[in-house]
Structure formats: C-alpha cells, structure tokens
C-alpha cells in the first residue's frame, strides 16, 4: 500500500509505537524519523505549488554499531510500503577510481519499487492466474498423443499407458472422446485440489532467468558504462525458456507466477514504480562516517573520500538520473545517513553535504538492561526465534528470566572488554549457548528443555573468563 493512501493513519505517535513492537529504546531516532515519514503525507495534502517546494528532512544516525539504525529505517520503509535501499557509503569511490558509480544507488532503488510494485499487482490478479495455471497444468497431466500441441477440446481421452489406440473415423468419435476427456480432466481436478497428485512429477516450461553473456558483467555492470539501452537490448535478445521437471505443487507456482505476469501492465507497473522511487523511496546510507575526512587525513587508498562525498551531493540535493525505465528524479528520496563516528564527526563531512542532513540524533548504547529487552520484548525477539526453531524438533523450550538477565550480562560484559558490536553479540552469545542442544534436538526426541541462569553459567563462563578465548569465540 503505497504512503499516499496509508499516510493519513501513521501518525508520528503511531509510527513509533509501530516501531517499539521491534525494536527496544532509541527514542530520539524513532521520532525523528516518525516526523520525516509524516512529512512525507502532509507534503501530498499542501497545495500543488507549494509541493515541489518541500524537500525531504534527511537525517544523520550517529551511534556505534548494532544499536539499532539499520533496523529502524528497515522497519520505517516497511510501514510506509515505500522502495528501501541501504548502501554502504564506504564502496563508492570519486569518478577516475575503481569502484562503483554513486548514480547506481538510484539506478537500485528504481529497481527495488519496480518489484514492490509487481509484486503489489501480481498480488491483485494471483485469483485468475491460480486458475489460468490450473488449466495449464491439468493440460501438462494430461499428455497429448501424436507429438502435436492439442487443445483441451482436440485431446483423445488417455488409454493405459497413453497408448495410441487406431483411430475410428472422427465423426464416429468426436462427441463421447470430447466427454471422456472432459470427465478425466475434472477427476484429475479433484485429485489436484485434494493434493493426492502433489508427488507427481512434470516437465515446465520455465523463464531462464540467467543470461550468460551479461553474467560475464560485475554488479557495477552495463549499465554504469552508460550502456543501459544495450543492456535491455541484449536482454531480452537473450530471453529464453528451459524445460524443467518438478512436482505439481513447484510447478503450479512457477505456472502462477507466469500467468499473473502476463495479467499485469508492465508499462503501468513501471510507471507507478518511477512515481513512487521519487515520491517514497527511502535509500539508507550505512558508513558515511568512513568517507567524513578531516584536513591532514587524506592520503593512500583514502584520498577520494572527499570526492565521494562531492559526487553524492548531487543525488542528495536533488538530480535526474536515467535509468532503463526512464529519468528519475531524487528530490524527494529520503536520504538516512548512519555512521559511528568514532574517528570523525558529522562536521568532517564537507558543508554542502552537512547541511542537506539538517536533522541530527544520536543513538544511545546498548546496556544490560536494554538487552534483556531486547531478549523478550520484541515481536522477533531472539529467544521467541529459538523457542520456534526448536519446536520444529518437538523440544519445547523454556527461558526463565534470570537465564535471560545472565545472558544479557555475559553479552554486556563481552561487549565492554572485547569489541563493542551492540545487539549483534547477542546472536553469538545464544548461538554458543544453544550449540549442543540445536546438534542433538533430531535425535533427543519430545522434551521439554527449562534454560535456567545456571544452565547459561555452565556453558558459557568458561569461554567468558577467558579473554582470548571470548575474542575468538563471544
């Protein structure tokens, strides 16, 4: 559901209780960018002269890592059902070295709102492709005899083996082969929908999606060498289908998938995805700090930092990019800066670019307490995710809360004499608590497994006391 008709319910207070249910604390950040999306929906309702006036409030996340910035402008781009795209600002480099164009960033995210928009479509017309497929496969279970392509109407009814049986003269035939046909294929319908054919294998015609000519391009590819016509050219001289056998259930999928693409507009569906990669895309721009040079730093494989950072200003003030679905203008794109900021400061940045990220917030760090949170607050909080894994196996698995208050502690503890990575220690400290019992959970049979703050002690304090240990291990 595109901003425009969403917008009027995410409301700034919504957009952050929206955001609590996934992430813990980092209030400032959450407002901000509440703010920034409702900006978006109050720029629609303003009178049209006015609405190309309004830019975009872009924002800078300053705070170490895995405290949370990338999941927040995830999360904030899936509310708004807008186009999402997170660069790393690092892999860019000035025009004249190696490495990839700062173009391609919009270039991505017009392909990212094409598929959002494809998908959305598709999603619209998937009733009539289901049944448009259906009918295909019932044709491919029902094989056609004498080599040639037969409609549902011209198929002789299948004998014992599919047999070719001597042919009667056709006016003799025509009217009881036609019902035979027509009762077989109902039955095999029946079968189908009941899922008793589900293990029968088929041969689909299927879009070979690689084109070994242009796989021979990088991801920078054609289209950074300003070859973007070539590479639609070459692509679809190179379209081709394979014939792939799969049971009926994957081919019934691949038929679906087919059949609602040939439903939908594609030069509708290009069009809306231009309209919203400018008027909602949301690009995420992850390591900025690492190209904010100050004076006396440049030098070796550092020195086109500063030419970064010139060669995105363009995008970020607002320029037309050509894409292979037409120029796209970014300057309405929401830019979301993040970086540590641990060697420099956002003042490194050069003035131009400072001043289009007008909104600053920091993020806060993440302690004990917060990890516990983090633990069982969340809708996808990581002891949730291990509960659901592990059921999978038929072990039930239950955390007491001093378990979940000692692992965060062991986390908080390894965070602060070793690297501090955040939220994301979390994952490693559960992975080396869990190791045993994910191994063994297929031959353990039905339990039910309590985690208790010693069962946490006994595995992990070894590793913990041991501070070479923890460096390579936690």
Same mark, same amino acid.
């Given at each position: 559901m595109p901003l425009s008709s969403s917008g009027s319910r995410l409301t700034p207070r919504a957009i952050v209780e929206e955001l609590d249910r996934y992430i813990v604390g980092q209030r400032a950040a959450k407002r901000a960018v509440a703010i920034a999306l409702r900006n978006r929906w109050r720029r629609q309702q303003v009178p049209e002269h006015l609405r190309d006036e309004i830019a975009p409030k872009n924002i800078i996340m300053i705070g170490p890592t895995g405290v949370g910035k990338t999941e927040i402008a995830r999360r904030l781009a899936k509310l708004a059902a807008a186009p999402f795209l997170k660069v790393e600002a690092s892999k860019f480099t000035e025009v004249g070295y190696v490495g990839r164009d700062v173009d391609s960033i919009v270039r991505d995210l017009t392909e990212i709102a094409v598929k959002l928009v494809r998908d959305e479509e598709q999603a619209k017309v998937r009733g009539r492709a289901r049944e448009h497929a259906e009918e295909r496969l019932l044709d491919l279970l029902l094989p056609p005899q004498g080599g040639r392509a037969r409609s549902f109407a011209d198929r002789p009814p299948p004998g014992p083996g599919f047999a070719q049986p001597p042919q009667p003269a056709p006016e003799l035939t025509a009217s009881s082969g036609t019902n035979h046909e027509a009762e077989t294929r109902e039955k095999l319908r029946s079968l189908l929908h009941s899922g008793k054919l589900d293990e029968?294998?088929?041969?689909?015609?299927?879009?070979?999606?690689?084109?070994?000519?242009?796989?021979?391009?990088?991801?920078?590819?054609?289209?950074?060498?300003?070859?973007?016509?070539?590479?639609?050219?070459?692509?679809?001289?190179?379209?081709?289908?394979?014939?792939?056998?799969?049971?009926?259930?994957?081919?019934?999928?691949?038929?679906?998938?087919?059949?609602?693409?040939?439903?939908?507009?594609?030069?509708?569906?290009?069009?809306?995805?231009?309209?919203?990669?400018?008027?909602?895309?949301?690009?995420?721009?992850?390591?900025?700090?690492?190209?904010?040079?100050?004076?006396?730093?440049?030098?070796?494989?550092?020195?086109?930092?500063?030419?970064?950072?010139?060669?995105?200003?363009?995008?970020?003030?607002?320029?037309?990019?050509?894409?292979?679905?037409?120029?796209?203008?970014?300057?309405?794109?929401?830019? =979301?800066?993040?970086?540590?900021?641990?060697?420099?400061?956002?003042?490194?940045? =050069?003035?131009?670019?400072?001043?289009?990220?007008?909104?600053?917030?920091?993020?806060?760090?993440?302690?004990?307490?917060?990890?516990?949170?983090?633990?069982?607050?969340?809708?996808?909080?990581?002891?949730?995710?291990?509960?659901?894994?592990?059921?999978?196996?038929?072990?039930?698995?239950?955390?007491?809360?001093?378990?979940?208050?000692?692992?965060?502690?062991?986390?908080?503890?390894?965070?602060?004499?070793?690297?501090?990575?955040?939220?994301?220690r979390l994952h490693t400290v559960l992975e080396r608590l869990l190791d045993e019992l994910s191994f063994a959970a297929p031959d353990i049979g039905p339990q039910e497994i309590t985690i208790t703050a010693q069962y946490v002690r006994d595995r992990l304090s070894e590793v913990v006391q041991n501070e070479d240990l923890a460096r390579y291990i936690l």
């Open positions: 029968r294998v088929v041969e689909v015609e299927a879009a070979d999606e690689g084109n070994p000519f242009l796989q021979i391009f990088s991801g920078a590819g054609v289209e950074e060498m300003g070859l973007s016509s070539m590479k639609d050219l070459l692509g679809n001289f190179g379209k081709r289908t394979r014939r792939r056998k799969v049971n009926v259930p994957e081919a019934l999928e691949l038929l679906t998938s087919e059949e609602a693409g040939k439903l939908i507009d594609m030069d509708k569906v290009q069009r809306e995805a231009v309209h919203r990669a400018e008027q909602s895309g949301i690009v995420f721009l992850d390591e900025i700090d690492k190209i904010a040079g100050r004076e006396g730093q440049h030098g070796g494989p550092d020195v086109s930092r500063e030419g970064v950072q010139r060669d995105l200003l363009p995008i970020v003030e607002g320029s037309t990019v050509t894409t292979k679905y037409g120029p796209v203008k970014t300057d309405h794109v929401l830019f =979301i800066a993040a970086g540590a900021f641990h060697v420099s400061k956002p003042s490194d940045l =050069i003035p131009e670019l400072q001043g289009r990220f007008p909104i600053r917030v920091e993020l806060e760090p993440l302690v004990g307490a917060d990890f516990v949170r983090i633990l069982t607050e969340p809708e996808n909080a990581l002891t949730k995710q291990y509960v659901a894994l592990l059921a999978t196996e038929n072990v039930k698995l239950i955390w007491t809360a001093e378990a979940v208050e000692e692992l965060a502690k062991i986390a908080a503890e390894v965070n602060a004499r070793t690297q501090n990575i955040g939220a994301r």
